[in-house]
């Protein structure tokens, strides 16, 4: 298909100092935008300056949420070449997400090329220092102006790009996680392994109280018995017990399939170790913590990267991991997965696709 570009003839400055990028604040020139009507399916893909859009304000995602996204990033190599991560897994679990909220199906391919060619118009946004990246936040929204509740027949499919560095203030240093036992994020049925808006809404009491108690998250237990451990706001979430690495199996539905827990899982195979995707309950992490056999606990995610947790707080009880330092198993991940999407590690996966 083809995409017009309408660019901008003001562009911004770019950030001046990229190590106070922080995360989401800021944004490229340009954006991508591509209706769809039923009848004509996806038409008329245009980059644009990046800027306010108008919808109404009955369309329909402002009300009940007809909404998905993804998260992805483009990183700047050495030797000055743009890589992204496992692109295509991102688009197909947009269509995932998409197939549960009733959105219809984007072609992979097609967004693939919409992505590429917006990044070719945006590409000097790509930042250069250590740990920085460009972000990337595709999403689709319902915009029929209707008041009545059905899938929409009218959408927009949008990229918008933004330089970021560190999603958490502290980097690399350990977090702090809050175990929520009231609230919960998702149940069996529902739709906790999509991305979508409503998910999130769900999760903002909780981390609000967390962050009251100075933990800057929340590890979501399941949604039935609140005793299994499903994942944390932003990422998935690992256990390294007696050697054994576990992370929470997905087969509930109500847990997001990580990109990077994806790889995680297939970095560790691939060194021999001994990972499993199981059902692990919060009690089994509390004793292993007594036996003192929890040996670290990491979370996963494009924008959280590979985040230590060094202390977990589950009721009256805190468990400081690993002297709240990050531990070798994570800080090894971190190292070959960082290392591969900044092209500083050979790719024996073929995980990276160049601009
Ligand atoms: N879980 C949730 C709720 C998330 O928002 C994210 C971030 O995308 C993840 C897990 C990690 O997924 P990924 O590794 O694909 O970024
Ligand atoms: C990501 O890691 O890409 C995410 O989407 C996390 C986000 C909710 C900030």
């Known amino acids: 298909m083809e995409i017009k570009k309408n660019l901008t003839p003001a562009p911004k400055a770019k950030p001046a100092d990229e190590s106070k990028l922080g995360f989401g604040h800021v944004f490229t020139d340009h954006m991508l935008i591509m209706p769809y009507d039923t009848g004509k399916g996806w038409h008329d893909p245009e980059i644009v300056p990046y800027g306010n859009i108008s919808i109404s304000p009955a369309a329909m995602c402002l009300h009940y949420g007809q909404t998905v996204f993804e998260g992805m990033k483009a990183y700047r190599t050495a030797d000055n070449k743009i890589q992204l991560f496992r692109p295509e897994e991102n688009f197909k679990r947009l269509n995932k997400s998409n197939e549960r909220l009733v959105i219809p199906e984007l072609p992979v391919d097609l967004a693939m090329q919409c992505l590429r060619e917006l990044l070719e118009v945006d590409k000097d946004w790509v930042p250069t220092l250590d740990g920085t990246s460009l972000y990337i936040r595709p999403f689709i929204v319902a915009v029929d102006p209707f008041l009545g509740v059905r899938?929409?027949?009218?959408?927009?499919?949008?990229?918008?790009?933004?330089?970021?560095?560190?999603?958490?203030?502290?980097?690399?240093?350990?977090?702090?996680?809050?175990?929520?036992?009231?609230y919960v994020r998702a149940v069996r049925g529902g739709m906790g392994f999509a991305k979508t808006g409503g998910n999130y809404a769900a999760s903002l009491h909780s981390q609000d109280d967390a962050h009251k108690l100075n933990y800057s998250q929340v590890l979501w237990l399941d949604g039935v018995e609140q005793k299994y451990i499903e994942e944390v706001g932003a990422m998935n979430i690992f256990f390294v017990i007696d050697g054994e690495v576990v992370t929470p199996s997905l087969d509930a539905g109500s847990i997001l399939g990580?990109?990077?827990?994806?790889?995680?899982?297939?970095?560790?195979?691939?060194?021999?170790?001994?990972?499993?995707?199981?059902?692990?309950?919060?009690?089994?992490?509390?004793?292993?913590?007594?036996?003192?056999?929890?040996?670290?606990?990491?979370?996963t995610g494009t924008a959280a990267v590979i985040s230590p947790v060094g202390h977990l707080k589950w009721g009256d009880k805190v468990m400081e991991i690993n002297n709240n330092e990050i531990g070798p198993i994570s800080q090894k991940i971190y190292d070959t997965l960082t290392g591969i999407q900044w092209g500083k590690v050979e790719d024996t996966f073929g995980w990276t696709v160049e601009l």
């Open 151 to 182: 899938p929409g027949d009218q959408y927009l499919f949008m990229i918008v790009l933004s330089p970021s560095g560190a999603y958490y203030a502290s980097g690399l240093n350990p977090v702090s996680i809050y175990v929520e036992d009231k």
């Open 258 to 299: 990580g990109i990077t827990r994806k790889s995680t899982v297939e970095l560790c195979k691939s060194w021999g170790m001994k990972v499993s995707e199981r059902r692990i309950s919060i009690q089994e992490v509390a004793d292993a913590y007594d036996a003192g056999k929890l040996q670290e606990v990491f979370g």
